[in-house]
């Protein structure tokens, strides 16, 4: 790789502590970038769905509010060619509870507006069946 794209990691999560540990977590760059495909997948950018991220990305994630932009600039600029099935195959060996919570995230922001878009579900669908979570195992 180029000095210049290490220059620019550099100079992006230098003065970003929260950047700096997503970019340093696999599961938690996988799992943020599956919510923000949750933000998306209406075709939408939704406030409270925004909101609803930014609450979760500092209280089950420990990310300091002020760093969230550059948190959402690394994953802009680091994550684009991940696909939702690549984020969503980091958690198939984790145990099924992890598996839960993932998915009650992405319903999670999926809900902040009050409807569940058609697309949105299907994005839960997707990555509960990559997960190998059965109807059963999610209900339990």
């Keep these: 790789m180029s000095s210049n794209f290490f220059d620019g990691l550099n100079r992006l999560l230098g003065g970003n502590p929260s950047a700096r540990r997503v970019a340093d977590d696999l599961q938690l760059t996988s799992e943020l970038i599956l919510l923000i495909r949750m933000i998306y997948a209406d075709g939408e950018l939704n406030p409270e769905e925004t909101k609803a991220f930014n609450t979760m990305c500092q209280s089950v994630f420990g990310l ?15 994550g684009y060619e991940t696909s939702t099935w690549d984020a969503a195959s980091m958690f198939k ?13 992405l319903l999670q922001i999926a809900k902040a507006d009050h409807n569940v878009d058609a697309s949105e579900a299907e994005l839960i ?6 997960l190998g979570m059965t109807p059963e195992q999610i209900k339990a």
């Design 64 to 78: 300091d509010e002020a760093d969230i932009p550059g948190v959402l600039q690394y994953l802009k600029d680091f």
């Design 93 to 105: 060996s984790y145990s099924i509870e992890r598996k839960k919570e993932l998915l009650v995230h």
């Design 125 to 130: 669908r997707k990555t509960a069946h990559i």
